[in-house]
Structures are given as structure tokens and as C-alpha cells.
């Protein structure tokens, strides 16, 4: 009964794209059901998993009775923000040195991006923000709403499953100048395509010369590092990283600070540290210098006061007394590896299994994507088949997160796919 209600006249709102596939999967009573439409890393037995190190950390946390509740102040704790500018920029950033990186604590990536999205709505000069496509699915809508105006440049290639590498220069090069790009800084989402270090290299230089602003989206920091580490049998790399000496030149965000430009990062700790619910992000601005660095920040304590007035506290102190203490870093990247191991495990047994049931198509994608993601090709038809036929879910844009499989779903999966694509063309 909602007449009289002053709300009556509202329409029900549609789903979250991303969010109401798990609604969806909860309804469905089905026992073989499979949920990969989220992308939180599941252990082989499907469950949710919290990393050894970071329940020890909260261990410490609690044991720890000088701690109080109080309010933190408005740009989050202080060891959190500089260790997280450490962790992207690299611990010898000549930026960080010289005091020219802005960082709030902020809400996860999201809140990360939407608090850099609203400073930039109101002190950019130019409010054309440009998104690649695709994207993962609530970029233009953060953006929009923060009151930047959203431009796509060409990102992904279909029928080479790759990079469309030309798209991207080409779209990137006639953008308005002085445009803010949005950069996935490793492990694109949702298509686990990345350009390459010499291409990453060609788009800096394009956007530097078109005066364009990088703002960097880093939600797979780390749990991308580690995969490629894996693939690429780059251990060299793996091992410099944990000693805390990976080669800043690297990284794509570390190239783009270290030409001197400024830049913006919003950094996520969801997948990297497993703490999805906890909310805890950072955004840093790198600026020219130490003086603009100090304005900037002042600015962003007005944008977040009346947002939320001050960030969570439990958090950001699990991340900060992870990343202080060079044994529980270290057993962080071990636990990392471990579940980019099993991700790339399933990468394997879905292409193996596609393989010996005949799929058409070439499938070879599946371990050749980056991060979390597979982006198989599926369409929405397909998608819905598989669905509705075998409940199994996942974005209609036929994302599957791989670390919501295991060796025991990987052949409902195939079987799925196979059936989808010889009977739905
Ligand atoms: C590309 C990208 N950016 C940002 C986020 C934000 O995640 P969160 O707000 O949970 O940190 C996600 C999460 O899926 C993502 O895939």
C-alpha cells in the first residue's frame, strides 16, 4: 500500500549491472549454481577468504589497548597515506621526496575516484574526463555525478581479443586538450588486456604532449604485478619488488611520475588485501610542487568534509601495520602469489577443458588475459543461455571472474560455454 506516500511516484530502480548478479545468483535455488559475476578471489572450495597476515594484523590491532576510537582527521590516517603513496609511486619517488604528492584517505577505489573526480569538477580547467572502452561499469557514473562530462577512447579490439592499440592513439590524439584520461593502471577490467611497456610509453608521451591529465585507477596493484611475474616467469622482478626495490620504470604510474607531469592515482586495498568490506582506498595527487601539493590537499579536505567528514579507522591501520613491517610485507606477496597461482591455475584447466570438448574458437585468451578477469567473448544471448540453463552468472558482457572458479566447477563452466556457443552461434 504506498498510496499517500510522498515517494509513491518513484519508479523501482534497475539492478546494479555488476552488483545484481549476485542478487540474482542468491535467489536461484539451483545446487549447481556459480557465482562469476563479482570480482572477489574465492579458495578452491568456493569460500571468502581473509589472508593470514591481515587477520594477524587485526590481532595486534585488538592486543594493542593504547588504541581509541577516535575520529580520524579529514584526510585519513597519516601512515596509511604515505605508505600507499610508497606503494604505487615506489619508495624512492623523487615525487614523494620532494613533497609534491597530495594522498586522502578515501573509501575504497570508488570513493578514491569520486573524491579526485569532484576536486577535479571543481579546480580543473577542463571537466572532459575520457574513459576507455570499455570500462568496468561504474566509471561514468562516478563521474558523471562528481559533474565531469565522459568521453570513451578506444580501448579493446574484439576480434583480436586484444588491444586496439591504433584506436586508442588515434582517439586519445584528437581529444580536447588538457582532457582528463582515465588510465587502468594494470589489469584492465573488465577485459585483462594491458598495453605494453613500450606502448605505455607512446601514450605518455602523446598525452604529455597534448597536455592531457592522467588520472590512474589502480585496483589490481600488486595482484597484477604478481600474475605477470608468474606468466612472464619474470622472477627477477618478483623478488626486487619484495626487497622493495622494483625498478620504478616498471610501472606505468611510475612512468608518468617520473617525466615530472601531474598526475592523479585512486588505489584500491579490496582485491590486493582481500578487504572488500573495509572500504579502504587512498587518492593521491602528484603535483609540481610541494606548495600546489599543499593547496591541493587543503581543497580536497573541503570536497570530503561534507561528504563523509572523516574515513574509517580499522582499515586503513590493517593496511598501515602490513605495510610498515617488512615481514608481514613479505608474507602479504606470498599469500598474493599464492592466489595468483590458483588463478592462473583455472586460466589452464578452462582452456584445457574447452580444448578437449572441441569449443569452437579459439580460446587462447583465457591464459593470455592479465589479473582476475576473463572477458571471453560470450554476448549477452550467451550469457543469458548459460544462465538460464545451467545457472551460472556472471556480467552480460561475458566477464567471468576466474577467481570465483575452482577445479571442481571448471567443467560445468566448459560444458556451459560449449553448449552456449555450438547451440547459440
Ligand atoms: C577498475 C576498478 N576500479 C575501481 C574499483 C573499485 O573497487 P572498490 O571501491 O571496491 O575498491 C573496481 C572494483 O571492482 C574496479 O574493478
Redesign the pocket.
Known amino acids: 500500500m504506498d498510496s499517500g506516500s510522498v515517494f509513491a511516484s518513484l519508479v523501482q530502480a534497475p539492478e546494479d549491472p555488476i552488483l545484481g548478479v549476485t542478487v540474482a545468483y542468491n535467489k536461484d535455488p539451483s545446487p549447481n549454481k556459480l557465482n562469476l559475476g563479482v ?1 572477489a578471489y574465492r579458495t578452491e572450495e568456493g569460500k571468502p577468504l581473509v589472508l593470514d597476515v591481515v587477520r594477524r594484523a587485526e590481532q595486534l590491532l585488538v592486543n594493542d589497548q593504547s588504541r581509541v576510537k577516535e575520529y580520524l582527521p579529514i584526510v585519513g590516517l597519516a601512515d596509511f597515506n604515505k605508505l600507499s603513496a610508497k606503494l604505487i609511486f615506489g619508495a624512492d619517488s623523487p615525487a614523494i621526496q620532494a613533497n609534491r604528492v597530495a594522498t586522502v584517505q578515501c573509501l ?4 578514491s ?1 569520486r573524491v579526485g573526480a569532484e576536486f577535479l569538477a571543481r579546480h580543473y580547467h577542463q571537466l572532459t574526463i575520457y574513459i576507455p572502452q570499455p570500462t ?1 561499469g ?1 566509471h561514468p557514473k562516478v563521474f558523471t555525478l562528481a559533474g565531469l562530462s565522459v568521453k570513451t577512447y578506444r580501448y579493446y579490439d574484439p576480434a583480436t581479443r586484444g588491444l586496439n592499440f591504433q584506436g586508442l592513439l588515434e582517439d586519445l590524439g584528437a581529444a580536447t586538450s588538457g582532457a582528463i584520461v582515465l588510465l ?1 593502471a594494470c589489469a584492465h ?1 573488465p577485459t585483462g588486456v594491458d598495453p605494453t611497456l613500450e606502448q605505455w610509453e607512446q601514450i605518455r608521451q602523446l598525452m604529455r604532449s597534448k597536455g592531457l591529465l592522467p588520472f590512474f ?1 589502480s ?1 589490481y596493484q600488486v595482484v597484477a604485478l604478481v600474475v605477470w611475474w608468474i606468466t612472464g616467469g619474470q622472477i627477477e622482478n618478483m623478488l626486487g619488488f619484495a626487497s622493495g626495490s622494483l625498478d620504478a620504470d616498471a610501472q606505468p604510474v611510475r612512468m608518468f611520475v617520473a617525466d615530472g607531469g601531474e598526475c592523479l592515482a585512486a588505489q ?1 586495498y ?1 582485491k590486493n588485501m582481500g578487504l ?1 568490506g573495509e572500504r579502504v ?1 587512498a587518492l593521491s595527487i602528484v603535483c609540481k610542487t610541494a606548495d600546489v601539493a599543499s593547496k591541493v590537499e587543503s581543497q580536497l579536505k573541503l570536497v570530503i568534509r561534507p561528504m563523509y567528514s572523516n574515513p574509517p579507522i580499522h582499515g586503513a591501520s590493517i593496511v598501515a601495520t602490513i605495510l610498515k613491517d617488512s615481514k608481514m610485507y613479505d608474507e602479504w606477496t606470498v599469500e598474493l602469489k599464492a592466489m595468483a597461482d590458483r588463478i592462473i591455475s583455472m586460466r589452464k584447466q578452462l582452456f584445457d577443458a574447452l580444448s578437449a570438448r572441441g569449443t569452437p574458437g579459439d580460446w587462447s585468451h583465457i591464459i593470455k588475459q592479465i589479473g582476475m578477469f576473463t572477458f571471453t567473448g560470450l554476448n549477452g544471448e550467451q550469457v543469458a543461455f548459460m544462465t538460464k540453463e545451467y545457472h551460472i552468472y556472471m556480467t552480460s558482457d561475458g566477464r567471468i571472474s576466474m577467481a570465483g572458479l575452482s577445479s571442481k566447477t571448471v567443467p560445468h563452466l566448459a560444458d556451459a560455454i560449449h553448449a552456449a556457443v555450438t547451440r547459440m552461434g
Open positions: 570480482g575504497s577505489g570508488t570513493g575516484l568496468w561504474n587502468h577490467n585507477d585496483a584500491s579490496a572488500y582506498g
